[in-house]
């Protein structure tokens, strides 16, 4: 049966890997989707500019009459550089994505869930965010600053019925990780991937859609302030 009936939801990010198959399953849920990405998606916008995150906002309530979601997804990684490589140009612009995307989103849209009564933020952080050697430095900090700032905003909603949450993929085959993949396979060691996890396989977008799925739905009415850790096992080593 459909899990997001009647519900309006924005999606940054959408336009390809983990955004656009949640955006997908979010509307085989029946769910309206604004679909925004900077390409690829119905709606361009920039997911760390303030304006384009008003407008998306405003776009909810005036063509759709309510927003109950907001999946603030887009990021950028920047590769596998490390400190001594990356510069202070390097961090503001992956901060500005992966970290101020996620405050505007929350920011902004909070007010307007909070107005028809209860709705569900979801802000897409990382495993890099939890342990190091999962991505470059600027990329760990920004997703690890998701993490907080989630728990931060539940506390800061209190009383208001906008659950906000994270999502923690581990590896995902994606446009972000076609380096991975591609340099595993030039060294024949693609089978190799598979071992970072217990379950022996990197992930695909749809089984984060799937944990996206819940978290939007009612069905994680008491989940409030969490990560939620996607990643075959990854971190539980
Ligand atoms: P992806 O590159 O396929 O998708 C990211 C999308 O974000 C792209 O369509 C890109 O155009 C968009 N984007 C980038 N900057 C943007 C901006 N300023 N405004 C709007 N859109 C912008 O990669 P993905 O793996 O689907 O990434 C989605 C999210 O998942 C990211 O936040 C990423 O950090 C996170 N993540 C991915 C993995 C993985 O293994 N693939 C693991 C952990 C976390």
Not at 110 to 120: D, L, R, T
Request: charged residues 20%.
């Amino acid at each position: 049966h459909p899990r997001l009936e009647g519900k309006v939801i924005i999606v940054t990010g959408a336009g390809s890997g983990i955004g656009k198959a949640t955006t997908e399953l979010f509307q085989q849920h029946g769910a309206t989707v604004i679909a925004a990405d900077l390409t690829g998606a119905d709606h361009r916008a920039d997911a760390g500019n303030e304006e384009d995150i008003v407008r998306l906002v405003s776009m909810a309530r005036e063509q759709h009459g309510a927003l109950h979601g907001f999946f603030a997804n887009a990021g950028i990684s920047g590769g596998l550089a490390s400190i001594f490589e990356q510069t202070v140009e390097d961090w503001q612009e992956i901060l500005r994505v992966n970290l101020i995307g996620p405050f505007l989103a929350i920011k902004h849209a909070a007010p307007v869930i909070k107005e028809q009564g209860a709705g569900s933020i979801i802000c897409t952080a990382s495993v890099a965010g939890l342990r190091s050697g999962a991505g470059g430095p600027a990329y760990s900090a920004s997703k690890a600053g998701v993490i907080s700032l989630v728990k931060t905003a539940a506390q800061q909603l209190a009383g208001s019925n906008v659950r906000v949450n994270a999502i923690c993929p581990g590896l995902i085959e994606t446009g972000m990780t076609e380096f991975v993949y591609e340099r595993a396979r030039a060294k024949g060691q693609e089978d190799r991937l598979g071992h970072l996890n217990p379950l022996r396989r990197g992930g695909v977008p749809r089984e984060i859609a799937q944990a996206a799925l819940f978290l939007a739905s009612d069905e994680s009415s008491y989940v409030n302030g969490h990560a939620l850790v996607v990643d075959g096992g990854l971190s539980s080593s």
